[in-house]
């Protein structure tokens, strides 16, 4: 992962000038530029890594101001950036010199209870979704942080809390209104575009813009969440892992190695030390949660545990506004962890210097394991774990230091654990990166399905798939 550092704005002159003034008298929405004074808060991203200065930003209302921006770009050979919620680990949703489509105003929400279904708009993100489920017992898995965006999100797959249950929140979505390179406004589903259909459910951004997901919900009439803080000892670790593959469906967990947060119901004397977080999440009965959440209270007397009833929202950790560390990452697929491998996760997390860093522990299988390998783009569904280190901190230095350290942890769990990775969680680049993430099929019906609808590859901000020849 790179850190950008500042350059000179990009200017708007002559034609060009021209075109994008033309461009803005037709959008509903906003054309922001170097000249706007929320140019600087609009282009800013999640991740402190991204400085990029676009020549424009977008600010899009519906799906033909997208198509609008989108032909402007093609005409005038701009790159193109998709932002939804901004948490690219590669900066993708932002450009340095070309166009940002941001679709933070698609924040339209379309619930319907009777045929458990909801359109949902790109601009809105997994926090904003989940809350206004919570309120009718309904549920779509999304990720572990409120602040992710569901555009991004979804077409990578979606890997949170509901995986065990009812899988990957592609495994929830029903159709999905797209622009395409061309500047065609479509609506995907299985029985219109399939191809297309398939290919936004872990292709990424490659294939278009897509403006609203409709997604199936599932009922969550009760729900038990939260952290359950234990001893970080390698036998914790395996423990862990082997009770949370040996769970209910309805039980989804993520574990954590980090440093102890300063939190008032945690021991003073563990700050800063590492310790183990279990995130635990069962989709059902509070009796039912007890019981399947036995064998993890017994691995150690637990230093906090936080889990209880409540709406699947409080699984969503607070997020501090304005906070934009750079952030580095590194996944694989795993089959899974031994004591040795466990002892060693816990020694590097120990031993980074960034002041937040993690090893994440992600239990996957069940209802996502159960989808045919070739029914979407993700096709990593018999992975049983994703493994990853992530390390959040300031500064060019650091963050390349931080790259060395996950990059390293990774390798160190040997050969035999290489088994591809996410692309939501690839921050690495290029086609060797690209193998990873896909398998050869895969990767091939892509790359044709990507020959159909961007033949010149327009959208290529992204884990990038070439067009077939
Ligand atoms: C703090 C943090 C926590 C995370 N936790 C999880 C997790 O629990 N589970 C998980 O699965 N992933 C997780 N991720 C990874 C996350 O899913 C990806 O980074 C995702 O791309 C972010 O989506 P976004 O919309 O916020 O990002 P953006 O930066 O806005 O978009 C990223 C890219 O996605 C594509 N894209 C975005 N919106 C659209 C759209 N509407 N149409 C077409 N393409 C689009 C574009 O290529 C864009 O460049 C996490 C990332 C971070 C930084």
């Known amino acids: ?35 706007d004074t929320d140019y600087d808060a609009l282009r800013a991203v999640a991740l402190g890594n991204w400085n990029h200065q676009p020549l424009f930003i977008a600010r899009v209302q519906d799906a033909a101001d997208v198509a609008d921006v989108v032909d402007f770009a093609r005409r005038n050979e701009l790159e193109i950036a998709i932002r939804s919620g901004g948490h690219s680990v590669c900066g993708h949703s932002s450009s340095a010199g070309g166009v940002v489509i941001d679709l933070r105003d698609l924040n339209g929400i379309d619930i319907d209870t009777a045929a458990m279904t909801v359109w949902a708009g790109s601009g809105l993100t997994a926090g904003e979704v989940s809350a206004a489920l919570d309120q009718h017992q309904v549920v779509v898995g999304f990720g572990d942080s409120a602040g992710v965006g569901i555009g991004g999100l979804t077409v990578g797959g979606g890997l949170g809390y509901m995986a065990r249950k ?33 290919a936004i459910r872990g292709g990424g951004g490659n294939f278009g813009v897509v403006t609203r997901f409709k997604y199936r919900l599932n009922p969550l009439p009760e729900f038990t969440g939260g952290p359950l803080v234990l001893p970080a000892t390698p036998e914790v670790v395996t423990g862990f892992v082997t009770a949370a593959r ?75 506004p304005g906070m934009t560390p750079a952030v580095s990452v590194r996944a694989r697929f795993i089959d899974d962890i031994d004591l040795k491998q466990a002892t060693d996760m816990l020694e590097r997390v120990s031993a980074c210097p960034a002041p937040m860093r993690m090893a994440q522990i992600r239990i996957l299988g069940g209802a996502a394991a159960r989808v045919p390998a070739e029914a979407t783009a993700y096709a990593h569904r018999s992975a049983p774990i994703l493994f990853a280190y992530l390390a ?45 993430v896909y398998p050869e099929a895969t990767l091939e019906r892509l790359r044709e399905i990507k020959r159909r609808y961007d033949p010149t590859n327009l959208f290529r901000l992204n884990q990038n798939i070439p067009p077939a020849a």
């Open 1 to 35: 992962m790179n850190v950008v550092m500042r350059v000179a704005a990009p200017e708007l002159t002559g034609q060009l000038a021209r075109g994008v003034e033309t461009l803005a008298l037709r959008m509903k929405g906003r054309i922001i530029t170097t000249g």
């Open 166 to 198: 009812h899988g990957l929140t592609i495994d929830a979505l029903l159709a999905a209104e797209i622009v395409t390179a061309a500047g065609d406004i479509l609506t995907v589903d299985e029985g219109n575009h399939a191809d297309l259909f398939w």
């Open 246 to 320: 040996a769970a209910p469906e309805e039980l989804t967990t993520i574990l954590i190695a980090m440093p102890c947060p300063p939190m008032p119901f945690l021991p003073p004397e563990l700050y800063g030390k590492t310790v183990l977080m279990g995130m635990m999440a069962y989709a059902g009965p509070a009796a039912a949660a007890a019981v399947a959440l036995a064998p993890f209270r017994a691995l150690a007397t637990p230093f906090a545990d936080l889990v209880r009833p409540g709406p699947y929202s409080m699984m969503y950790l607070p997020e501090e």
């Open 392 to 436: 959040m901190d300031g500064g060019a230095e650091a963050a390349a230091r931080n790259d060395r350290w996950a990059a390293d942890g990774i390798a160190a769990l040997g050969t035999s654990a290489m088994a591809g990775t996410y692309v939501n969680f690839q921050a690495e680049q290029g086609a060797d990166s690209l193998d990873q």
